[in-house]
């Protein structure tokens, strides 16, 4: 286990996947994030480098592990431009890129590091927080299959689960439409529990009643009673929701097709974010239904 690991994007998820490894024996050479001091902290934690700069931890490492929000923020690591971009070292070194974000961008970031002589793996994560720490990630990956299997050992430390599903860009395809279903389920949780506090139902005899019949759901598991309580604590947040949302609904337009229940999933979180209430975690939908809670 000779790899020397760095990561760009410590946040949430990034920093507890950094954790992991650690206690899995790999030497984490450097963490970079826009957020500094976060950064710095981690790297005292963890005995390593807070880099200047992605180009600085690509620099150091021979996986660099990248966890970055959207579309804007891959663009910007992996320029071709900028002295600071992953791409300045990214001769011999293997990329690893969690971000959830348009196909397209995992396709030509595959292209870009190819060019400077690296490889890439595109590796979607269906899970949240507390699974990055355990190493129990739900992963999706795309690439070339030889990547996949280079990657693999890392993967296994990171995951309970590993699925290859084909070329760059494939698991964006899948990862969008897992978010989505996520997003309306969560949408409509929202509204149940808001219509029986409306009413005057005793929400935690009504969420019982919802896991024994077809209301039940993974979503009603991990956030009904947040709801409830109005206990917003951000595991994924309403931004991201709003995003992966959008994702999938360019997907839909782009194949023909209207999904209007993604549709008003996706106004409803945009709205969340517009109130600048977008670090709330996703169940903070909630606050848009129940009686009272938003002027």
């Known amino acids: 286990?000779?790899?020397?690991?760095?990561?760009?994007?410590?946040?949430?998820?990034?920093?507890?996947?950094?954790?992991?490894?650690?206690?899995?024996?790999?030497?984490?050479?450097?963490?970079?994030?826009?957020?500094?001091?976060?950064?710095?902290?981690?790297?005292?934690?963890?005995?390593?480098?807070?880099?200047?700069s992605p180009a600085r931890v690509a620099e150091l490492s021979d996986v660099v592990?990248?966890?970055?929000?959207?579309?804007?923020?891959?663009?910007?690591?992996?320029?071709?431009?900028?002295?600071?971009s992953l791409l300045c070292h990214a001769k011999n070194r293997l990329f690893i890129n969690f971000a959830t974000v348009n196909s397209e961008v995992h396709i030509k970031t595959e292209a870009l590091v190819e060019q400077n002589g690296g490889t890439n793996l595109e590796a979607l994560m269906a899970s949240s927080i507390t699974q990055a720490r355990e190493g129990t990630l739900y992963l999706i990956c795309g690439g070339k299959e030889s990547v996949f299997e280079q990657a693999?050992?890392?993967l296994q430390?990171?995951?309970s689960k590993s699925l290859y599903t084909g070329p760059a860009g494939e698991a964006t395809k899948i990862k969008a439409p897992v978010n989505m279903v996520m997003n309306c389920n969560t949408a409509a949780l929202a509204e149940g529990?808001?219509?029986g506090d409306a009413l005057g139902l005793d929400l935690t005899m009504?969420?019982?009643?919802?896991?024994?019949?077809?209301?039940?759901?993974?979503?009603?598991?991990?956030?009904?009673?947040?709801?409830?309580?109005?206990?917003?604590e951000c595991y994924f947040s309403a931004a991201?929701?709003?995003?992966?949302?959008?994702?999938?609904?360019?997907?839909?337009?782009?194949?023909g097709l209207k999904l209007p229940l993604a549709q008003a999933?996706?106004?409803?979180?945009?709205?969340?974010?517009?109130?600048?209430?977008?670090?709330?975690?996703?169940?903070?939908?909630?606050?848009?239904?129940?009686?009272?809670?938003?002027?």
Not at 72 to 81: G, L, P, R, T, V
Not at 209 to 231: H, I, K, P, Y
Not at 272 to 290: M, P, R
């Open 1 to 52: 286990m000779t790899s020397r690991i760095g990561f760009v994007g410590v946040g949430r998820m990034g920093a507890n996947m950094a954790r992991r490894l650690k206690d899995k024996g790999y030497v984490i050479t450097a963490v970079q994030d826009h957020n500094t001091a976060g950064a710095e902290s981690l790297a005292q934690e963890l005995s390593c480098e807070a880099a200047a």
């Open 206 to 232: 009504l969420r019982e009643v919802f896991g024994q019949t077809g209301a039940a759901s993974r979503v009603l598991e991990t956030d009904g009673e947040d709801m409830q309580n109005r206990d917003h």
């Open 193 to 195: 529990l808001g219509l």
């Open 265 to 295: 999933t996706f106004d409803q979180y945009q709205r969340l974010v517009e109130a600048g209430k977008g670090e709330l975690d996703k169940s903070g939908v909630a606050e848009l239904i129940f009686k009272g809670r938003m002027k």
């Open 240 to 255: 991201h929701a709003a995003k992966d949302s959008r994702i999938a609904l360019n997907m839909a337009q782009s194949a």
């Open 65 to 84: 592990l990248t966890v970055v929000p959207d579309d804007a923020a891959m663009y910007d690591i992996f320029s071709e431009a900028s002295p600071s």
């Open 152 to 154: 693999g050992s890392i």
């Open 157 to 159: 430390a990171l995951s």
